[in-house]
């Protein structure tokens, strides 16, 4: 079981590397980061064209601002521990039965921590019910729910996941796969081509 505050991971035998295979691992996955950079900043770039055509000038402002604003304190209240649980299950994946998110109820990020951290790796979570953490865990039954700011509540959630039979936790895993794979990037390129499919056939007709 682990948590985003278990910064303290040992790393097998088998994992390590040399520089120059290092080297070669980032040469191989260097163009499909660049590539999910550029798809990304080209969805940025639409996204912003449809919203302020949609809104116009003074309502996008507004709602870019907003969202700024709300960036801005996302940041200040993950302090780089979705990196760490991360990193933790890419080292041992199949080590981890479940993964734990205890966060305060300040927590105004979003669910990146969620996918990046657990759900890709189909492990089911503890999560506190903060933000959309919470509700999407719940609604996709992908993990128990704790109460944020209660140390008693998370402490619970872990002991009744403990008490859990293989059949009711391969279940729990199985849903958060196929969450991860409902937001995968094939996924989401798929719904952004049809929504701006849907755009241009519009405007093709409006014109």
């Not at 953490?133 to 128990?144: A, D, F, K």
């Not at 403990?162 to 969450?179: G, K, P, Q, V, Y």
């Amino acid at each position: 079981m682990t948590s985003e505050f278990d910064a303290d991971v040992t790393v097998p035998a088998t994992s390590a590397r040399w520089p120059w295979t290092v080297g070669l691992q980032v040469a191989r996955n260097a163009p499909w980061l660049t590539i999910g950079i550029g798809v990304a900043s080209l969805v940025d770039v639409l996204l912003a064209v449809y919203l302020g055509r949609t809104f116009g000038a003074a309502d996008y402002g507004r709602f870019m601002f907003a969202f700024a604003l709300a960036s801005v304190f996302s940041v200040l209240f993950d302090f780089g521990l979705s990196t760490v649980a991360t990193r933790a299950l890419a080292r041992n994946p199949a080590e981890e039965r479940d993964v734990v998110f205890p966060y305060s109820r300040m927590y105004a990020g979003g669910s990146g921590p969620l996918l990046k951290g657990a759900c890709t790796y189909g492990r089911p979570v503890v999560v506190a019910d903060v933000s959309e953490v919470g509700p999407l865990v719940r609604s996709h039954n992908i993990g128990l729910i704790a109460a944020p700011d209660d140390p008693s509540s998370p402490a619970d959630a872990m002991r009744s996941f403990a008490r859990l039979d293989e059949d009711e936790r391969n279940l729990l895993a199985e849903n958060s796969a196929m969450f991860a794979r409902a937001n995968s990037w094939d996924h989401l390129a798929s719904r952004l081509t049809r929504v701006f499919e849907s755009i241009r056939d519009a405007c093709a007709h409006g014109g």
